[in-house]
């Protein structure tokens, strides 16, 4: 089990989750956006084993994703690319990952229904990742029409 910060971590998921339900309800068009630092599925990790205790892949921490999925959120990518494996966002900078494609895919857009229905692309920028200086996560992006 992860350390002190994971319960932290599913409380602040439970009262996230709770806010997410109202925005839903206001019937306007939202998107959640960022680093939810969950990996939803095995899929959305390269792998490894050396992830196993952390909170990203903990039972708890995926049912906390997929109960804002269960709200009625559209995850853009999975809509978009919904088979798709080694669909990440993020690579550590330690132990040559970024060449080696070892990533996670820890940041999300999720969708009201009314933006769902507006998905015409989503996608991650990894030529971003790969510059100068970057940051160890890549832009993820979608396009509304």
């Known amino acids: 089990r992860p350390g002190p910060k994971f319960d932290y971590k599913l409380a602040w998921h439970q009262r996230f989750a709770a806010h997410a339900a109202e925005l839903l309800d206001t019937g306007l068009p939202v998107a959640l956006a960022g680093d939810f630092n969950i990996v939803p599925e095995p899929r959305d990790i390269y792998q490894t084993r050396s992830y196993d205790d952390n909170a990203l892949v903990q039972p708890e921490s ?21 088979r798709e494996e080694r669909l990440y966002t993020f690579w550590d900078y330690r132990r040559n990952r970024w060449p080696r494609d070892a990533g996670l895919r820890l940041d999300h ?10 998905l015409k692309a989503a996608g991650i920028d990894r030529e971003e990742r790969g510059g100068d200086n970057p940051s160890d996560h890549a832009p993820v992006w979608v396009e509304l029409g």
């Open 62 to 82: 995926r049912a906390a994703f997929a109960a804002l999925i269960d709200q009625g959120w559209t995850d853009a990518l999975r809509k978009v690319f919904p």
């Open 109 to 118: 857009i999720l969708l009201s229904k009314k933006l769902a229905r507006k």
